[in-house]
């Protein structure tokens, strides 16, 4: 039995004292971060909370393991005096949206290999995908993943103001995105790369930028550009 806390309750919080609730042999408790005068002990302690108040939060605990869930910070965030690790789950979270862990990517580090074991096991309860990846490899992780999330979602909110804007059923553009998503398991982007800017179509360009509004404009221009980039 693991004995597992989780401080915070956002997204992930959430999300991960639900699954572990269903797991095995684990003995979970939760508290909210401004909740934390009197710390109940347990094996791992989870610090689920905003980058920002990590080493805060961490620094009144004084559990003999304390690790945390963010992609952007390093292991030294933490400023508790114990032992340190870190449990990032590679997924975007929303409360109202069920998760499968058992699909999710585990990034774990620990100060030890007998810390990184028992969060490899604690990973194992709930998920299949365990990886050992540095703070280092994790800030390189992060950013990539701003750039096929956060970025793309963007992207597709400008396809959706588009298509709002003339009168266009957004989800004419869904089988689409489906598509480009599920190729990338199969076929690298550079090599599944299609439209006017990999063809050089400069035509259809010059015709796309003149329906765009500035600053759509500027990101049509540095995406193209980028595009075309890797022609060279």
Known sequence: MISVLIIGNGNVATHLYKAFLKADNIKITKIK?????????????????????????????????????SG??????????????????????????????????????????????????????IGKKVYHISSEQRKKIHVAAVFVNNFTNHLYKIGQDICEENQIPFEILQPLIQETAVKIKTVAPKNSQTGPAIRKDEKTIKNHLEILNTQQQDIYKILTASIQDTLK
Do not use: W
């Open 72 to 125: 952007a910070s390093s292991l030294n965030t933490l400023k508790n005096k114990s032992n340190k690790g870190v449990f990032y789950m590679l997924q975007s979270f929303s409360k109202g949206k069920k998760v499968d862990f058992s699909k999710i990517p585990f990034c774990l580090e620990a100060t030890n290999e007998n810390d990184y074991k028992l969060l490899e096991n604690l990973a194992k309860t």
């Open 33 to 69: 971060s401004r909740n934390i005068v009197d710390i109940p002990s347990a094996a791992i302690t989870i610090i689920a909370v905003s980058d920002d108040a990590i080493a805060a939060v961490s620094a009144k605990v004084n559990n003999s393991f304390v690790v945390h869930t």
